[in-house]
């Protein structure tokens, strides 16, 4: 008796481009931009030319910041990356506003009101600078992470002088993320399977015995992964594409924005 | 009539990735029964095995366990369910998590409300039906492979499940462990579906087999009618040794 | 505890910054002779872990964030060269992929944490190690205390660097209280999980850890065909 | 005279917890052969294929690889029997680590110097060897655990090894990539150990046979002899299937 079931094909979620789970590629946006395309070395230069000239921008020059800010939105479009996503991604940022918000409360020196309520106009700038300057920071940092995969930021470092050692650590720690994950994973669905919840306190022991067992489970995974990555002849250096040179196109374009910003900043200099 | 033990309906499934294992599996096992679920690799088995449990969420299709419906959004159905349907994963390595062998197989039946005495009883007994005793205070993944799978039967056996099911539970177990795992599961009164590569193993076990390939089932008959259809093998990458035959 | 951008001046982020670097490359040397083929990987781990773990942040009360450093754990498990690597390439990557920490400020935040979090922790815990009989639990109970004292050491470190290069209004003084009163908070969090880990290594691979070198035993020979 | 392939003298081991798992291993295969190293779970075999190409320290013995010394001090020396010994892991988990299988089989021979449209050939080869071509740009771990299995062997087969070491190949793949496995060995000019606990399998692939039993081995002879010494199998956990004879 063989019978034959007609198939059926259930729809699922598109989840667009999802290679793997690596912490790096999570973060990462597939997309197809100017910006994607860029070397991760010439990315990581750029991203810091500009930081250095948001920073030495005095928060008094609120046009510059206006015009900065810009920049970077004009970037998230090009980049193709949704302005929300860079939203939710930059609440890393909140301890820092909180304290800011808190500044022009309390300290010293010349006093303004409005309203009801009494404001420090020193606490006021430095807030609002500190505010202004850590977002931009953040918002470039998710830029480079959407638009460019862990692994490039890492060869990026690497071309820009990364001592091996700490590339290497790097890459094995990319990894382990992986490998961490998975066990977690493989531990949670035994736990579960075997009639276990975590519902409260009183289970924190199981779970901290579990955490205690993860850490040797996942180490020796890792290491038994690495021995495997030595017996193929690993020397250090995961494969990758021979990187050719950068023109001197590439470095132009990837330059722009950080010229645009400190031409702005001088020209203001310049007009005061 | 008695409810069937296991009774699934439909059942498709994809992967977050977007790979679709199973295509609308439908299959039906009474209580006692041995079913050997056969198929080549990457046919669904282990994908098959894992919503037993509510491992894996049904997304599409039903699953009954003794005629209750298997439902990710009913936690103390689900707990139920799993404490009836025993799984012993393909990978030893998913099952154990516990610092030493004692605490791995204690796991499932402290779970369930066994203490003390009682407790020590059914882990002693567990390991002891594996071989295993001796190692029980010995971390788990400091044991052989086939050492590891051994606690991994016996994890599940602690629990004393109505339902047992083994995905490749003969699969890197030394010859005299294989027939003492026959033996085991012999002698126990439960309803055993048995996902095996191990076509001799099958036969001598389960009385029926199941086909699965590429996500549906393409064959349900006696183990001996399934192993003596040379077509229907050859089609799903199935064969016998050399040197082994059929009476 | 991870600085973010344009909260501490640029100069003073620059003298830091080069600080780093030159305990970075200190490190490398003193590294290079500690990690094995088998110890490189761990160190990755343990920067696995660390990034794990600073990943839960929670607000402190000046306004700050707060977690746990893992300075002292790192140290111990594979020696403070390596532990100051791993603790850098933790910021590192925290800074670039998850702008937590700001870019320019890199160089403060290995300081605060690569460093001081790193080698106070450590010199805490040979001392304590001399103290206490030489048995395994003592490896974890130093640790532990190690842990502990090594958290409010790094926010001392944020709160010199506030005082020479901050931008922000509050005086010295209330963020050096409130910085060491909540990291003090902090450090048991840390010594608690600290202990627990090296425990956990030290059961049942002691080999793997540097603060311990435990005697191999002697091999049976027995008559084979 | 030829150098044997390999050559162990002597070999104990404890694991870093204490446990001593070989106590003296003495054994000598020639090249070209392809031996069978069976024996009960827990025996050693896994621990003993480990140290063949310096995955664990020899600590005490010694192993020679087509004459040179297996020295975990000399970078220089391991890196080149690390390319001439192949290991295929018992557990796949342990050997997959890439994001994609591509990159996976990738790894050894670009470690190796190749290159371009080199590189790609061997990689489209060992692939298209173990059926995997189709799943060339997925990643490992989202595989079945027999496709896993197999992508491991072409892993290994892609680096070109001399002496082909493997850790129970046959587990968890279905029996016609069993089949095809054993074709594929027979077809390779290379010296092959092979761990197993399919009897059938070793007999149909292998002139001769090791038992290892409590870290020491305690038979070598052609396979057949071994599989016929009813007292020696039973000995050591070792049994033929049911249904199953030799000749
Ligand atoms: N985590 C996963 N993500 C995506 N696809 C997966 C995942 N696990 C398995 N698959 C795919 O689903 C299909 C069914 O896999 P499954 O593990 O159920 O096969 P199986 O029948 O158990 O095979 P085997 O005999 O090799 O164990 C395969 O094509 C496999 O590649
Ligand atoms: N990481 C480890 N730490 C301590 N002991 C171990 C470790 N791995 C294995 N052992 C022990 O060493 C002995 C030999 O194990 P090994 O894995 O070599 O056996 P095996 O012959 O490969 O068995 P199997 O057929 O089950 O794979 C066993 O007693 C096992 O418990
Ligand atoms: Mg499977
Ligand atoms: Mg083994």
């Known amino acids: 008796m063989v019978r034959n079931i007609n198939k059926i094909e259930i729809s699922h979620t598109e989840l667009g481009h999802h290679h793997g789970h690596d912490v790096g590629e999570r973060l990462y946006l597939h997309r197809h931009s100017i910006v994607h395309s860029l070397p991760p070395h010439v990315k990581i230069v750029a991203a810091f030319m500009f930081l250095f000239v948001v920073i030495s921008t005095s928060i008094t020059q609120w046009q510059l910041f206006i015009f900065y800010f810009s920049l970077i939105l004009l970037t998230l479009t090009v980049a193709k990356i949704p302005i929300k996503l860079a939203a939710t991604r930059s609440l890393i940022e909140i301890p820092f506003v909180l304290f800011a918000v808190l500044m022009p409360f309390f300290g010293t020196g010349e006093q303004f009101s409005i309203g009801p309520v009494d404001l420090y106009r020193a606490g006021l700038l430095a807030g609002l600078s500190i505010v202004g300057k850590g977002t931009i920071g953040v918002l470039i940092a998710i830029i480079l992470s959407t638009s460019t995969t862990a692994r490039e930021i890492l060869r990026g470092l690497e071309k820009l002088k990364l001592p091996q050692l700490m590339v290497q650590i790097a890459s094995f720690m990319l990894r382990y993320v992986n490998v961490v994950t998975d066990e977690m994973e493989r531990m949670r669905v035994a736990r579960a399977s075997r009639g276990f919840e975590a519902t409260g306190i009183k289970h924190w022991k199981i779970l901290a015995t579990a955490a205690a067992a993860l850490f040797i489970r996942s180490y020796e995974r890792g290491e038994r992964v690495h021995l495997a990555m030595l017996s193929r002849g690993y020397d250090g250096v995961l494969p990758h594409e021979e990187v050719t040179k950068v023109s001197v196109k590439i470095w132009i374009k990837a330059l722009t924005l950080p010229f645009l910003a400190l031409l702005a900043h001088l020209l203001m200099i310049v007009w005061k | 009539m008695l409810e069937p033990s296991l009774k699934i309906e439909e059942l498709a499934f994809a992967y977050p990735d977007g790979n679709q294992a199973l295509f609308g599996v439908n299959l039906v096992i009474n209580k006692g029964e041995r079913v050997a679920l056969l198929g080549p690799n990457g046919a669904g088995k282990t994908t098959l095995v894992m919503h037993l449990n509510g491992i894996h969420e049904t997304t599409h299709g039903k699953i009954f366990v003794s005629g209750q419906l298997v439902d990710a959004q009913d936690k103390e159905g689900l707990k139920k369910i799993r404490s009836q349907v025993g799984i012993v994963f393909q990978d030893p390595d998913d099952q154990l998590f516990m610092p030493t062998v004692g605490e791995d197989v204690a796991f499932g039946p402290y779970n369930m409300g066994l203490r003390g005495a009682e407790l020590e009883k059914v882990v002693t007994k567990a390991l002891a039906l594996v071989g295993m005793s001796e190692y029980k205070d010995r971390p788990p993944h400091h044991l052989s492979f086939g050492q590891r799978r051994r606690v991994a039967v016996a994890t599940v056996l602690a629990m004393k499940p109505e339902i047992l099911v083994l995905d490749e539970p003969s699969s890197n177990l030394d010859p005299a462990s294989r027939r003492e795992l026959a033996d085991i599961l012999r002698s126990l009164d439960v309803t055993v579906v048995m996902v095996t590569h191990d076509m001799p193993y099958a036969y001598e076990l389960c009385e029926r087999a199941v086909i699965l390939s590429q996500g549906i089932i393409v064959a349900d008959d006696k183990t001996k009618n399934v192993l003596t259809n040379e077509k229907l093998l050859k089609d799903n990458r199935l064969e016998l040794p050399v040197g082994f035959s059929i009476n | ?225």
């Open chain 3, 1 to 225: 505890m991870h600085i973010p951008d344009g909260f501490i001046d640029l100069p003073t982020s620059g003298i830091f910054a080069a600080a780093s670097a030159a305990g970075i490359a200190l490190s490398l040397k003193g590294a290079k002779k500690s990690l094995d083929e088998k110890s490189a990987p761990l160190a990755g781990l343990t920067a696995t872990f660390i990034f794990a773990v600073q990943m839960l942040n929670f607000p402190v009360a000046a306004g700050t964030s707060g977690h746990l450093l893992g300075g002292a754990l790192a140290a111990v498990l594979v020696g403070p060269y390596a532990a100051t690597l791993a603790l850098s390439v933790v910021l590192l990557m925290q800074s670039f992929l998850f702008a937590d920490g700001g870019l320019s400020a890199l160089g403060l935040n290995i300081f605060n944490m690569a460093f001081i979090g790193v080698w106070v922790g450590y010199g805490f815990f040979l001392l304590i190690r001399k103290l206490l009989p030489k048995t395994k639990s003592s490896i974890t109970i130093a640790a532990s205390i190690a842990g502990l004292l090594s958290v409010p050491a790094a926010a001392t470190g944020f709160v010199l660097q506030y005082a020479i290069g901050g931008t922000a209004t509050f005086s010295v003084q209330t963020v050096l209280a409130a910085m060491v009163g909540t990291h003090v908070l902090i450090g048991i969090g840390e010594a608690i999980i600290t202990g627990l880990a090296v425990g956990a290594v030290m059961a049942s691979r002691s080999d793997l850890v540097y603060g311990w070198r435990g005697n191999s035993s002697l091999l049976e020979i027995r008559k084979s065909i």
